[in-house]
């Protein structure tokens, strides 16, 4: 689970239980993870959801993934953070919509087609 707002001015709100960190894609093309985790939600009670707080700039974007993103796989080799950011920095400038369809269509590429995990995307990009 992850949890997220961005309000109009640009402050977003991240807490995770489990979930891969959430990357913002800067306009200037620079990528960073936003660090907010926690265990998956029941799996013990007494834990706590921090709320992790970052800037989105004009023209940037926040994108949120499942696993199976960057664990699609090309036999034993995962698309990974490395190729997830390297896409995102490349594609910086793309509406909202386009970037999540650009990489879907990355990590179809790497596997060879079909995948075989959960490949859920949402990219919110700030006018």
Known sequence: MAYLTVDPGGDVLCASAGHPEPRLVHPDGSVTGLACGGLALG?????????????????????????????????????GM?????????????????????????CRDHAGGALLDDCAIVVIRRT
């Open 43 to 79: 799996i013990e009670e007494s834990q706590r959801y921090e709320h992790v707080r970052a800037e989105l700039p004009a023209g940037g974007s926040v994108v949120l993934y499942t696993d199976g993103v960057i664990e699609s796989r090309r036999e034993r080799e995962l698309f």
């Open 82 to 106: 490395r190729r997830l950011d390297d896409l995102l920095a490349a594609h910086a400038s793309q509406p909202a919509q386009a970037l999540a369809d650009t990489l879907l269509a990355a």
